[in-house]
């Protein structure tokens, strides 16, 4: 299982529509709406030095799809396309202002699931369950993993209109993700689990760690004295080193590369104080 030819490529993603395309068009309406309010609104209490605002709320993970990337050097998934679907969960975090404009922002999570889909080419399965050596046209597709992470992030944030109700911000920063749990669960279509560890040979998976930057863009609506309903968009640059083994393998095996870099859209009510 571990020989084949090694490569390095990148391969076609899979388009999809769904939650990702129905957020981000909430997300455009949203942000559309707290740009007339930023103009129409009175001028406000602004964010003095030490500042702190709390915020919690709900947020989706939106990964892209793309094949792996790097040095493949198993056959299996030399053409394989990786796909981590959308998470949603809990986030929370909070703000704290240097001065009136400039503020460092802190993003926690719980942990958030997300179901690993993978698309694998050129498998040929005989009626034995053994696979057999050779490259067709034919694809099979289905869940391949389980994983939570968290995605802490520091961002400096540059707040461009202090003094109103809305007050819009950008911001850079890093991000450093782990991955608490990978648990491999193949449920590929049209072949039994049987079929699957023949072909694969596969125990166990392993995600590494991930440092990158993050980038961010939001706004602050008070509606209240410490009240405050928060919008943001975040981008996370994440690449995560696959990992896998079994008694196939000669220990741990590194499959390639996952380029997540997901979009992160988030809805929060926070409190200043």
Not at 164 to 190: C, D, E, H, L, W
Request: with cysteine; aromatic share 10%.
């Amino acid at each position: 299982m571990g020989s084949g030819v090694a490569g390095t490529r990148r391969l076609h993603k899979r388009s999809r529509s769904g939650p990702k395309d129905v957020i981000m068009k909430i997300f455009k309406y949203l942000l559309a709406a707290a740009g007339l309010l930023a103009l129409a609104s009175s001028s406000a209490l602004a964010y003095e030095p030490g500042t702190f605002i709390l915020r919690g709320g709900v947020g989706t993970i939106s990964p892209q799809s793309k094949a792996l990337s790097g040095e493949v050097e198993d056959a299996a998934f030399y053409e394989a396309c990786v796909e981590v679907d959308d998470g949603t969960g809990f986030l929370w975090g909070g703000t704290y202002m240097v001065t009136r404009k400039f503020g460092i922002d802190l993003l926690g999570a719980m942990p958030i699931s997300h179901d690993v889909d993978v698309e694998l080419w050129g498998l040929d399965v005989g009626s034995s369950g053994d696979s057999v050596d050779s490259i067709d046209e034919t694809a099979v597709s289905g869940r391949f993993a389980k994983v939570k992470q968290l995605p802490p992030t520091v961002t400096f944030q540059w707040h461009m209109a202090p003094d109103r109700k809305f007050q819009p911000y950008v911001g850079v920063g890093m991000n450093f993700t782990t991955f608490t749990s990978a648990k491999y669960q193949p449920s590929i279509n049209g072949l039994t689990r049987e079929e699957i560890d023949a072909i694969l040979g596969i125990e166990k998976i392993h995600l590494k760690d991930s440092f990158g930057v993050a980038a961010q863009l939001g706004g602050d609506w008070m509606i209240g004295d410490h009240t405050v309903v928060s919008l943001d968009v975040r981008y996370m640059d994440i690449d995560s080193e696959l990992f896998i083994s079994g008694d196939s393998f000669d220990g741990r095996e590194k499959v390639g590369t996952l380029d997540i870099d997901p979009w992160v859209y988030s809805l929060n009510l926070g409190y200043q104080f």
